[in-house]
Nanobody, 123 residues
Framework: QVQLVESGGGLVQAGGSLRLSCAAS????????MGWFRQAPGKEREFVAA????????YHADSVKGRFAISRDNARNTLYLQMNTLKPEDTAVYYC????????????????WGQGTQVTVSS
């Protein structure tokens, strides 16, 4: 069984930065692609970014491209999301997840979700 624990969320002013972490336990995740999703109140959970098992390739949603960067440290079994130039519309609960099979941006392709960390961006 895999446990994922997100951290690093908080309240930040527009234009600020945060770095989210997702620590995994119970199984090494070095052979799995992983991703970040977010869910704002009243909205569907949406894809933010994904990374291949070795970090060789990354994918970012158009809404965060150029501002967010996904990375991983397999030695630490940890996934990261560096978020810069934050906007109020980035306010959401951010989740990390392990990719199982299917499309990279497809929520249904992911399993083993964390509990989420709240990010609030004030204007």
């Amino acid at each position: 069984q895999v446990q994922l624990v997100e951290s690093g969320g908080g309240l930040v002013q527009a234009g600020g930065s945060l770095r989210l972490s997702c620590a995994a336990s119970g199984r090494t995740l070095s052979s799995y692609a992983m991703g970040w999703f977010r869910q704002a109140p009243g909205k569907e959970r949406e894809f933010v970014a994904a990374i291949t098992w070795n970090g060789g390739s990354t994918y970012h949603a158009d809404s965060v491209k150029g501002r967010f960067a996904i990375s991983r440290d397999n030695a630490r079994n940890t996934l990261y999301l560096q978020m810069n130039t934050l906007k109020p519309e980035d306010t959401a609960v951010y989740y990390c997840a392990v990719h199982r099979s299917g499309g990279t941006t497809d929520r249904a392709a992911y399993g083993y979700w964390g509990q989420g960390t709240q990010v609030t961006v004030s204007s």
